[in-house]
């Protein structure tokens, strides 16, 4: 029998993550009957409303379907949809980087033809933190603000699929970036570069804020 202990953080989230890799592993078949709740608490050594929660979680991405009365039961693997925020948490920061390299070019130019006064005003707020942030070399803070600021761009582009994707991805954002800065160097060497982006922004150039944005990417791609 396994003894998968799972770590005291997101209990549910781990047992279905390593639940949807058994039955992708082959473990579990399409159509094979899951053990029942009893088995499951002890394989993962956790309680009963987490082998719920967790088996629900997998239930609305299409792995699993319950039949009342008989159990749970492997739905097929073909065409299954992660939850997103599942999806991130396991993904490479590489991977996290070029996705959010491409939204922030695009969010930039929607910004620029769709920015409110009151988005203007946002924008500008977190860049003034950024910047006294990055004078101040305090990292944590900087990285925070750098992440709002371009938080306050996303709003701005008035398109509401673009915003929430880059608000999924803030939270492995600011993590990447306190793990590869050690100081607030580079934050103050772009911040030039930010202010740019912002008067093109406030001078609806969508082709200048999308380029200001891809040169923004190339600096902190090095």
Not at 19 to 42: C, F
Not at 74 to 83: D, F, L, M, Y
Not at 131 to 151: M, N, S
Request: aromatic letters at 6%; a neutral charge; hydrophobic letters at 40%.
């Amino acid at each position: 029998m396994m003894n998968n202990l799972i770590p005291r953080r997101s209990l549910a989230d781990e047992v279905a993550a390593q639940l949807q890799q058994q039955i992708t592993l082959g473990k579990y078949k399409t159509g094979e009957q899951l053990p029942i709740e009893p088995e499951l608490m002890k394989t993962f050594g956790v309680g009963r409303s987490t082998i719920r929660e967790a088996i629900k979680t997998l239930v609305n991405s299409g792995l699993l379907r319950v039949q009342q009365g008989l159990g749970t039961f492997v739905e097929g693997t073909e065409g299954i949809k992660e939850p997103l925020q599942q999806r991130l948490k396991r993904a490479d920061f590489k991977d996290l980087d070029e996705v959010r390299q491409l939204i922030e070019m695009k969010i930039a130019e929607k910004a620029a033809a769709n920015r409110t006064d009151e988005d203007l005003k946002e924008i500008r707020h977190w860049l003034a933190l950024r910047k006294k942030a990055a004078t101040d070399d305090k990292l944590v803070e900087c990285v925070e603000a750098d992440i709002r600021f371009h938080t306050a761009i996303a709003v701005a582009s008035g398109n509401e699929v673009l915003a929430d994707l880059y608000k999924s991805l803030t939270i492995q954002i600011k993590n990447w970036f306190l793990t590869v800065y050690s100081d607030a160097t580079d934050f103050r060497k772009t911040q030039n570069m930010h202010e740019q982006l912002l008067k093109a922004i406030e001078a609806n150039d969508n082709r200048k804020a999308w380029n200001i944005a891809a040169k923004i990417i190339g600096h902190t791609a090095q």
